[in-house]
Antibody, heavy 124, light 110 residues
Framework: QVQLQQSGPGLVKPSQTLSLTCVISGDSVSTHSGTWNWIRQSPSRGLEWLGRTYYRSIWYNDYAVSVKGRITITPDTSKNQLSLQLNSVTPEDTAVYYCVRGFWIGGTPTLDYWGLGTLVTVSS | EVVLTQSPGTLSLSPGERATISCRASQTVTSPYLAWYQQKPGQAPRLLIY???IRATGIPDRFSGSGSGTDFTLTIDRLEAEDVAVYYCQQYGYSPPTYSFGQGTKLEIK
């Protein structure tokens, strides 16, 4: 059973950096059969995929156009975790942030394990 | 980018009835890349259906998915009180890679 334990501050000031960590148990961040994603949810934007990291002999990252240039997702194999950094935040970045495993079943992509979510509020 | 539009926005039905939720895509979606999620109040979304019609592990057979091209449907038979949730369709695009979601359909049980 995969479990994703998220942590990080719930309040970030405008223009600063949002940082979250997701510790993985029951799987490896460097698995060749999965990806590790960050997805956020807000009343105004709904569910929004932000990006992912994954290992296929080397590390890859993909980011959503909406946050490209502000986002970095970094794996840490020594701690079996991944982190999210989102720079220059504004109140529009206020949302519940989820760490999510992507897994391909028979050639079909799924988002099968979700963390509990972290509410991050951007406010001074 | 593919835009997914769900209807209705809210569905209010009685126990034992059937719920039908529609997901329409702005462009053709490859069926293996269409999924459905259930989000109960205060919880993270949970995978229900993937590949348009394949139930995820542990999902009761009351839940079924169908459709192809631009029109997909989630059907829930014999509604129970525990089915109260918001249901989302989701599409995977591979070039560039992205996951996009519908705006959600809220299911209420009378």
């Amino acid at each position: 059973q995969v479990q994703l334990q998220q942590s990080g501050p719930g309040l970030v000031k405008p223009s600063q950096t949002l940082s979250l960590t997701c510790v993985i148990s029951g799987d490896s961040v460097s698995t060749h059969s999965g990806t590790w994603n960050w997805i956020r949810q807000s009343p105004s934007r709904g569910l929004e995929w932000l990006g992912r990291t994954y290992y296929r002999s080397i590390w890859y990252n993909d980011y959503a156009v909406s946050v490209k240039g502000r986002i970095t997702i970094t794996p840490d194999t020594s701690k079996n975790q991944l982190s999210l950094q989102l720079n220059s935040v504004t109140p529009e970045d206020t949302a519940v942030y989820y760490c999510v495993r992507g897994f391909w079943i028979g050639g079909t992509p799924t988002l099968d394990y979700w963390g509990l979510g972290t509410l991050v509020t951007v406010s001074s | 980018e593919v835009v997914l539009t769900q209807s209705p926005g809210t569905l209010s039905l009685s126990p034992g009835e059937r719920a039908t939720i529609s997901c329409r895509a702005s462009q053709t979606v490859t069926s293996p890349y269409l999924a459905w999620y259930q989000q109960k109040p205060g919880q993270a979304p949970r995978l229900l259906i993937y590949g348009a019609s394949i139930r995820a592990t542990g999902i009761p057979d009351r839940f079924s998915g169908s459709g192809s091209g631009t029109d997909f449907t989630l059907t829930i038979d014999r509604l129970e009180a525990e089915d109260v949730a918001v249901y989302y369709c989701q599409q995977y695009g591979y070039s560039p890679p992205t996951y996009s979601f519908g705006q959600g359909t809220k299911l209420e049980i009378k």
